[in-house]
């Protein structure tokens, strides 16, 4: 699949692969890490770039990996433009982040958000997350 075509799927696919990327069958636990790997390798913003590997852990073991990946986001100076591909793994994270008990995590996200919104060239964008 090309880039460009697979990075305006990437909104659907991402949160679908978060799913079942902890289901029984080893094959399909499997088969989503990988994709989420192909992902990954489609996004062409340089900051978000050196954050796949964080991201990606936050999205695969959320309960082990959110509140470093937030510290990671927060610490990361973004001054290219935030695209499609790059809000597809990170706006999953904010979400987990911005649905769990801890105020800590809660003001995280909402910073990031707020940071990142300058950044979001095309409203279109944004139109998979309300």
């Known amino acids: 699949c090309a880039p460009k075509q697979l990075s305006t799927c990437l909104p659907t696919i991402v949160p679908r692969l978060s799913e079942v990327i902890n ?5 399909v636990q499997r088969a989503s ?4 790997q192909q992902v990954g390798q489609v996004i062409r913003n340089p900051e978000v770039q050196t954050l796949v590997p ?18 990671i986001l927060l610490d990361t100076v973004f001054v290219n433009t935030v695209d499609a591909p790059s809000l597809a793994l990170i706006v999953p994270v904010l979400n987990r982040a911005l649905r769990e008990r801890s105020t800590e995590l809660k003001k995280k996200a909402a910073k990031i958000v707020g940071n990142m919104s300058s950044l979001i060239n095309d409203p279109k964008d944004m139109v998979p997350y309300q």
């Open 23 to 27: 289901d029984t069958h080893p094959k």
């Open 54 to 71: 964080a991201l990606l852990g936050a999205i695969t073991r959320p309960n082990d990996n959110t509140r470093a990946c937030l510290d």
């Open 33 to 36: 890490q990988l994709a989420l």
